[in-house]
């Protein structure tokens, strides 16, 4: 079939300005949670055993909580805007499959991240909770627990790496499909949420 007699092809409608917005955020403040947040766990360790590491180890869990709450807010934002916005239709029955599976998926993950780094420190509560370089701002998420209680830090820390990994193939999946559609299909998803794309972007 041809590209532009697929279905939703030739209606061109980008994501709107805020949507575009929100995703292109979110995907910026990802790509410097992630390294930030391995810094963060690689430092813990070798902070306890030489205090000269505890600022670069402080540094980056200043960096990988703020951000982490910050796209908590995001993604509750970006859940509220596209619940009340309508948005532009799939490009073919592949696509649409791939909407309304990865896209679901993404954004309990966008949620189940946070909060679940959010609980494990709760639990644990030997370790502060930043935000912006400020310790105390942010309450505990949940009481503190016996580091081997069942459902203790080890339990909700499972679920952080779990959800980690789960989101690395999805965001890897999301980034292929995009990208096979832009360069192998030569259709119009890309380009309808790329920011400097125009509101009117045809296949």
């Known amino acids: 079939m041809d590209v532009k007699n697929r279905p939703g092809a030739g209606i061109g409608s980008s994501w709107d300005t805020v949507a575009k917005t ?47 709450f910050l796209l908590l807010l995001l993604a509750a934002c970006r859940l509220t805007w596209r619940l009340r916005t309508r948005r532009p239709p799939p490009i073919g029955r592949f696509h649409l499959a791939a909407t309304r599976f990865v896209q679901p998926c993404l954004y309990l993950l966008f949620f189940l991240l946070p909060l679940s780094g959010w609980a494990a420190l709760s639990v644990y509560g030997l370790a502060p909770i930043w935000l912006f370089g400020w310790s105390g701002i942010i309450p505990p998420l949940l009481p503190m627990l ?58």
Do not use: C, V
């Not at 995907?27 to 813990?44: D, K, N, Q, R």
């Not at 909700?156 to 299909?185: D, E, K, P, S, V």
């Open 22 to 68: 929100l995703h292109w955020t979110m995907a910026a403040l990802i790509i410097a949670e992630i390294p930030a947040g391995f810094l963060m766990s690689y430092t813990y360790g070798l902070a306890i055993k030489d205090p000269a590491i505890l600022p670069l180890h402080n540094l980056a869990s200043q960096i990988h909580h703020t951000l982490g």
């Open 146 to 203: 016996p580091y081997n209680s069942p459902y203790g830090y080890g339990f909700f820390a499972h679920i952080h790496i779990y959800a980690l990994w789960a989101g690395a193939g999805l965001l890897t999946l999301h980034i292929t499909t995009a990208l096979w559609h832009h360069f192998i299909a030569k259709d119009s998803l890309l380009r309808r949420i790329w920011p400097l794309a125009g509101p009117n972007e045809q296949a």
